[in-house]
């Protein structure tokens, strides 16, 4: 009896010194992400990739020794990632379209002149850049921190995800309503990988939801 309380408190221990650790180098690499210097938009994305996928890939993949599908780099609960993307991709798109028409989210939220007034300009947007930027944040946030901490403190780690989300696009200068959009997906991707633990879905229903968004915002722009 002495043997096996012992050995669960080892385990424990062991436990709490991982998610410290794995706390410490998702502070790492948000502050990094954040105030690491950059000169141009290449250099930003180029900081990003690295502090928000390689770091904790290598983290994984070396210090835990896990395999890096626990990022939800799988395709996961399909029935529950299928029937949550959709619904929650409807709800996306609800909250977006009220939030165009009752409040002052029409009036902030902007968009590059080149992106509005070129459709090409604004398909390669879309497709390389907005899509880069979905697959960082799903990863990052939903694939790492979510995933991970779901399996400590279960439907929390959506608000934990959520919740650290804010406090770090606070220091980015951007107006509430220039911000508003990711917030939403950050809720809703919470829900729809935590319910498929899959990054997959969450994925597509982001950037779609962005590219429907800013298809409607251009379209009542001219």
């Not at 599908?69 to 990632?81: D, H, I």
């Not at 398909?123 to 790492?144: D, M, P, S």
């Not at 919740?163 to 770090?168: G, K, W």
Request: hydrophobic share 55%.
């Amino acid at each position: 009896m002495r043997y096996y309380h012992k050995k669960k408190l080892s385990t424990r221990l062991i436990e709490n010194k991982e998610i410290a650790t794995t706390s410490l180098v998702i502070v790492f690499c948000l502050l990094l992400s954040l105030f690491f210097p950059v000169q141009n938009s290449a250099q930003l994305l180029t900081r990003n990739i690295f502090f928000l996928i390689i770091v904790p890939i290598l983290y994984y993949k070396f210090i835990l020794k896990k395999n890096i599908s626990t990022f939800g780099l799988t395709l996961g609960n399909k029935q529950a990632g299928i029937f949550w993307g959709i619904l929650l991709f409807l709800a996306t798109l609800l909250t977006f379209f009220m939030l165009y028409t009752y409040t002052d989210f029409r009036k902030n939220y902007l968009l590059s002149s080149y992106v509005v007034h070129n459709f090409w300009i604004f398909l390669l947007y879309e497709l390389i850049l907005a899509n880069l930027f979905v697959f960082i944040q799903e990863f990052f946030w939903r694939g790492f921190i979510l995933l991970y901490f779901s399996k400590k403190i279960g439907l929390l780690s959506i608000f934990l995800q959520f919740f650290l989300f804010v406090l770090i696009l606070i220091p980015t200068g951007n107006s509430f309503w220039q911000m508003t959009p990711t917030l939403v997906i950050s809720l809703f991707s919470g829900i729809i990988v935590y319910k498929s633990r899959s990054i997959f879905y969450s994925w597509i229903v982001a950037l779609f939801s962005l590219v429907i968004l800013d298809s409607f915002i251009i379209y009542h722009l001219k």
